[in-house]
Every structure is written in C-alpha cells, then in structure tokens.
C-alpha cells in the first residue's frame, strides 16, 4: 500500500532577554549549576511572577513576522505536570487564549513553493535540566534555565517529507535570527524542535495515529529521525499492526527512534488560568509601534538581491544566511563595489578567511568600505587581481587599506607599454620554440607568454596589456 506522511513540528525558540520571563534572574547560557536563580523561578511559598515586557514584545515580532493575528487579550495558564526538574509543579504557559494564531510560512523543496501553516504562538517558561552521571545510577538538577523566556510555534500538519519539514525548520530559523528575537542555536538548546509524525493510506482525510518526536539537536537529525518514523509505521502497518500513539526519542548513535512514554493528551495536563497573572492585553498602538520596527525578512531581501543587484538565485541565499553578512554586502556596495564582484569576494575570500579564524563577520577586520577600495583597485588596473589576492590577507591581519598596502610593498600593477614590450621581447628571445609555435597557429601558448611576463614583474604587469602586446609582436 502506498502512504503519505503527516509531519508538523512545534518548535521552542528562547527568546533574546536578558533576564527570564517572569523575574530579574539572567538568562546567560554556560553558568555554574543553580546559580541564576531566585525565591520567583525556584517556586518559593510566597512569591509571585512579574511578567518582562521585552518578552511580549519579541513574541509580538515572531507572530507578525509569519503573519500571525496577535490577540488583543491573551490569557496565562497552568501546564501541570511532575517532573524533577519543574520546581512548582507546573510550567506557565498559555493554552485556550494564545498570543497569536492563524499565521504561515513559505518554504522551496526542489523548486517547488509551498505554504505551511501555524497555528498558534504562545509564551511560556522554560523548565530546568537533568544531568545524568555516566558513572553513576544518579542524575543532578539544574535550575538555571527555569523560567527562560520560550515562544512555541505549533504548525499545521502540512508537511509530507523530511525534506519539507528541514525547509520549514531553516525557514524560521532565519526569520528569527533576522528579527534577533533568538539566536537559533540548536546544540545550546535555544532553538528546539518537536516533530509529530504520522501516516496514511495516500488519498485517505482522516489523520494516522501519531507519534511525537523528541531529543533532535540538527536539521540533520530532525530530518533523520523523521525519516526513521515513517519507515517504522509503515513496516507496522504493512504487518498488519497498529501504530501506538507514544512520545519516541531519537538516538542519533543507533540511527532509530526509540520508545519513551505514552503520548499525553491536553487534559492529561489539568490546564487553568494562571490567578497570580492577569490577562495580557495589547493595545493597538504597542502592536503597530512593534510592527514599524520589523527589519527586511531574508526571502524579501533574497529576492530584492536578485532583482536589484543581479545576483544567481544561490548568491543571494548564501549572503542572505546572516542579516549581518547582507548588511555588509550592501555595505559594500553602497561604497562602490561591483555587486557581483563584491559578492564573489565575499562568498570566497572573505567568508574563507573567516572560518579559518572562527570569528564572525562582526569580527572582520576589513570594513565594507575597505573591501570596495580593493576593488576599485583592481577595476582602474592599479593592481591586478592575484596582487589583490595576495593585499587581502594583509588587510584581514593588519585592519590597513589596500592603498596603503600597496604603497608600502610597491605592488601598483605595470601598465606602461614601453616597459612591458621590453620585457615581453626578452622573453620570447629567450623562447624561440614557443614564439615560433604561436605564429605557426598555437594561441594556447598565450598563456605562456603571459605567465612569464607576470613571472618577471612579479605579478605586477596588466595582464590585458600583456595579452595586446603578444598580438601585436608575434601576431600576423
């Protein structure tokens, strides 16, 4: 029989604050155990939450960014559960009354466009961690991430593949770094994602029985894990068998998913507005004044790079990746730089060195404005481009111009006739075999009379005036 898939993710992103939701509490990752904690996040018998503005506002972002409708009047809710690492005994959340629904999201899977939906965003609080002892049959309890600001993205369970469901991961992952509403670290864990997962006969409405997908740290391993679940339910089925409805986790060393617990039910939660937290309300102007504020989204920049700039389809997603790369490209070309010249250093010489070093594009030494200089060089012929290959790593090292680089090394590229040809004639003096063999019809060798004048200036001689003067003196 042949099936489909069903997939829908919901994703938690932690949001860019710099102290937790609902207290004063910092939100730093990589601290000593129990140390970013306070009476408010470690539920203390008589205290009480304070809700940060900065989070609702950040949420707001999000919601508009994937064309949610922000509700005027959401409401706080008690998820109840018992787990080690959840103090009070419940996590703050929202349930019935969400911040946002009804929104969407555009995602490409081998050229073909196609909307996902989501239904909700909502707020809440982040639960501690367990850390299990390999040596020992003990775990510890880590509370500092308790009360971290989280948003979860619930989508529509519109995606048929693991291919679809990586785009649409990517997808919001970009949009939310652009926004800096979070940092999309998926190993830290402020960027995590759930998969749902079913499957059924192909034409058939009525959804499968699910499982829910947990422990992926990787577009990588949400894709595998996700491809590993269709496989297993479709073997069940084929056997005759039934798919059980269970929460499964993903064990990347064994390449499988592996049973966790049943899968919970929302009144297996005993969900009720929070009494220690009103309603939120969001006047029109608060949302208005946050919607002003959103920057340009990587799939409009993308295209407004093509069209504008001229760019291949893969440029502009490759510059596109990070805001703050495609700031400095356009950087660069508002200084003057040649779009496409610009963006070929960028992707190649630039982003290699980068890497190399590990820094990031903030770190480069080498300003926008500073790269458009090196071109220019090169376009006017003062410096060829190998030479330009050879400042730029001195300008990455040392924060100096290409003009004063060039200066300070005599590197100006050669461009008077008069002491190219007599160079060139020494050369093909001294190469009778190969001047001979150009004449006879062999204009491959071209190159090797360029290469030896280059050779003899040390890479300083205009190549297309070398390229004239070899026609001129061996041509018919």
Request: charged share 25%.
């Given at each position: 029989m042949d099936y489909e898939a069903v997939i829908g993710l919901e994703v938690h992103a932690q949001l860019l604050t710099r102290s937790k939701i609902f207290c004063g509490c910092s939100t730093s990752f990589g601290q000593p155990p129990n140390s970013n904690v306070c009476p408010v996040c470690l539920g203390m018998p008589g205290v009480l939450p304070v809700l940060n503005q900065q989070v609702v506002e950040l949420a707001m972002r999000a919601a508009l960014a994937t064309g949610c409708q922000v509700a005027e009047r959401s409401v706080w809710a008690r998820k109840n559960y018992f787990y080690?690492?959840?103090?009070?005994?419940?996590?703050?959340?929202?349930?019935?009354?969400?911040?946002?629904?009804?929104?969407?999201?555009?995602?490409?899977?081998?050229?073909?466009?196609?909307?996902?939906?989501?239904?909700?965003i909502h707020m809440e609080e982040d639960a501690g961690k367990l850390v299990h002892d390999p040596s020992?049959?003990?775990?510890?309890?880590?509370?500092?991430?308790?009360?971290?600001?989280?948003?979860?993205?619930?989508?529509?369970?519109?995606?048929?593949?693991?291919?679809?469901a990586g785009a649409y991961l990517r997808a919001l992952r970009d949009i939310l770094v652009y926004l800096e509403v979070c940092d999309g670290n998926m190993e830290e864990g402020s960027f995590r994602c759930d998969a749902n997962v079913s499957i059924r006969p192909l034409g058939q409405e009525k959804l499968g029985t699910r499982a829910e997908l947990k422990n992926m740290n990787s577009f990588r391993n949400v894709m595998k894990a996700i491809d590993y679940e269709i496989r297993r339910q479709k073997a069940i089925l084929d056997e005759g068998g039934q798919v059980i409805q269970q929460t499964r986790l993903w064990d990347d060393a064994a390449g499988k998913t592996v049973a966790m617990r049943g899968k919970e039910e929302a009144h297996d939660y005993r969900y009720f507005p929070d009494p220690d937290l009103l309603p939120l309300e969001i006047a029109p102007a608060?949302?208005?004044?946050?919607?002003?504020?959103?920057p340009e989204l990587p799939a409009a920049k993308r295209q407004r790079f093509q069209q504008a700039h001229g760019l291949s389809a893969y440029d502009a997603e490759v510059l596109c990746a990070e805001r703050a790369l495609a700031d400095y490209f356009e950087a660069a070309v508002n200084a003057g730089a040649p779009a496409k010249a610009a963006a070929n250093w960028i992707m190649s010489d630039l982003l290699g060195a980068l890497r190399a070093e590990g820094q990031a594009i903030g770190q480069c030494a080498v300003t926008p404005q500073a790269l458009a200089e090196l071109l220019a060089l090169v376009a006017s012929g003062q410096i060829s481009g190998k030479i330009a290959k050879d400042i730029f790593p001195l300008m990455l090292e040392t924060g100096q111009s290409a003009a004063t680089i060039v200066e300070q090394k005599g590197l100006r590229q050669v461009s008077d006739s008069g002491e190219l040809q007599a160079v060139l004639e020494r050369i093909i003096a001294e190469s009778p075999k190969e001047a001979e063999g150009y004449r006879a019809g062999k204009k491959k060798l071209m190159g090797y009379f360029v290469g030896q004048v280059m050779k003899a200036t040390k890479g300083q001689a205009n190549p297309q005036a070398v390229n004239e003067l070899v026609e001129k003196l061996l041509g018919d």
């Open positions: 080690p690492d959840l103090p009070k005994g419940y996590q703050i959340s929202q349930y019935e009354l969400p911040l946002a629904q009804h929104g969407r999201l555009e995602i490409t899977v081998d050229g073909q466009e196609k909307c996902v939906g989501i239904t909700r020992l049959p003990q775990s510890y309890v880590d509370l500092n991430r308790t009360g971290v600001p989280l948003i979860e993205i619930v989508s529509e369970p519109d995606m048929r593949s693991p291919e679809e608060w949302l208005a004044r946050v919607g002003q504020g959103l």
